[in-house]
């Protein structure tokens, strides 16, 4: 017993590590972005693969549940299927976003790697269009973080540890808009 407590200690500092080395201005940045949609038509849309689709679905919902902002994931497995097949796996949050985005809607791409090739196609697409914001992890210079207005890296090559991060930064902006 007192070996695995061990070793959950070595993993909870791990993430206080994380957490203290992480440059809090740029959670501030994010709140400030996402405050300007609060009682606003525009929408917030929140994209992932895997785990991070998990993370954009729990956002968007209380981003609309305790922020009154409108956000959007499309994490249907029809839609997905559908655009997939139609566009490639590689364009479906593109056409997406193509489809139902408007000029000055808000994106947040979240991807561990930062390589996800439907995250950089979309994020390409949102250049000049869309406010972006992506959430990323593994290399510092990772395709997806060189693309958004806002970028937020996580300096780890371990997903669970970047996916919480990701999760943790994100919903404590919801809980500060919300006050």
């Known amino acids: 017993m007192k070996k695995n407590y061990h070793k959950y200690k070595i993993y909870f500092k791990s993430f206080k590590k994380l957490i203290d080395k992480f440059d809090i201005s740029l959670i501030t940045k994010v709140e400030k972005e996402l405050e300007k949609f609060k009682n606003s038509n525009k929408k917030v849309f929140i994209f992932g693969n895997g785990g991070s ?48 985005s408007e000029k000055n809607d808000l994106v947040i791409l979240i991807s561990s790697s930062g390589e996800s090739k439907n995250m950089i196609n979309a994020a390409k697409y949102c250049r000049g269009r869309l406010r972006l914001i992506t959430l990323t992890g593994f290399k510092k210079n990772n395709r997806l973080s060189k693309i958004g207005n806002i970028n937020l890296w996580i300096d780890s090559k371990k997903y669970n540890y970047v996916e919480n991060m990701h999760q943790l930064i994100l919903l404590s902006v919801v809980d500060n808009l919300k006050k």
């Open 53 to 100: 689709a998990s993370i954009s679905s729990h956002v968007s919902t209380d981003l609309i549940r305790i922020c009154k902002i409108k956000a959007v994931t499309l994490n249907e497995s029809n839609f997905i299927t559908c655009f997939a097949n139609d566009y490639g796996y590689e364009n479906w949050v593109k056409e997406a976003l193509k489809a139902h």
